[in-house]
């Protein structure tokens, strides 16, 4: 069910997007990817000086080690000050930090990564609300390829309607040291 929900959950999020970068003065849109999970990057920027950056994508939680069949869905919109900017004639390179919201339905941390056995995760899926926070530097080429390098950390909550249960979302804390690319291409 996850995975049929995901391609228009991610259409409908890139529409919303694109409506505000019609008056942006730059757009890029293009893959995520990273170890917490694959997905689409949308951002733009208007006349203020910073930037919008909109993440859909699976969530890989307990995928890759076989501890769950299905992926999560989490997305993050940040909006991001940019604090140094240098050029070399070729391309533009920035360094950038800026709040956000992260929203998703994935699991969170459990015991386990790295034992003999593999334990498939125990408790169920949940939908996460976290504030987060981003720090990254990209870079700009003429020929309109954007490449970002960004990490970010949220802080949040889990709810499990399932077993009526809110805990901390621990994944978004223990996450925040994995790098993300995104390869964009400026519109």
């Known amino acids: ?6 391609i228009p959950l991610c259409c409908f999020l890139l529409s919303l997007a694109w409506a505000p970068s019609a008056s942006a003065q730059r757009a890029a849109a293009g893959i995520f990817n990273s170890p917490k999970g694959e997905g689409v990057n949308v951002d733009f920027a208007p006349a203020d000086g910073a930037f919008y950056s909109l993440a859909v994508y699976a ?12 992926p999560g869905v989490r997305m993050n919109f940040t909006r991001n ?6 050029s070399d004639g ?5 360094l950038y930090a800026g709040p956000g919201l992260s929203l998703g339905w994935v699991h969170d941390f459990e015991r386990g990564y790295f034992t003999k056995e593999i334990t498939p ?10 504030v987060s ?21 949220e802080a949040g909550l889990m709810y499990r309607p399932s077993n ?10 223990l996450e925040s040291l994995l790098p993300q690319i995104s390869i964009m291409l400026n519109l």
């Open 1 to 6: 069910m996850i995975r049929k929900s995901l």
């Open 81 to 86: 000050f940019v604090f140094k900017e240098f």
């Open 164 to 173: 009526s249960t809110l805990s901390c979302y621990l994944n978004g804390i």
């Open 59 to 70: 969530d890989f939680y307990g995928l890759l080690s076989r501890r769950s069949k299905e």
């Open 133 to 153: 926070g981003t720090v990254g530097t990209r870079f700009e080429f003429e020929r309109g390829i954007s490449i970002d390098l960004s990490f970010t950390g």
């Open 121 to 130: 995760l125990s408790k169920p899926y949940g939908a996460v609300a976290a």
């Open 90 to 94: 070729t391309a533009r390179y920035f």
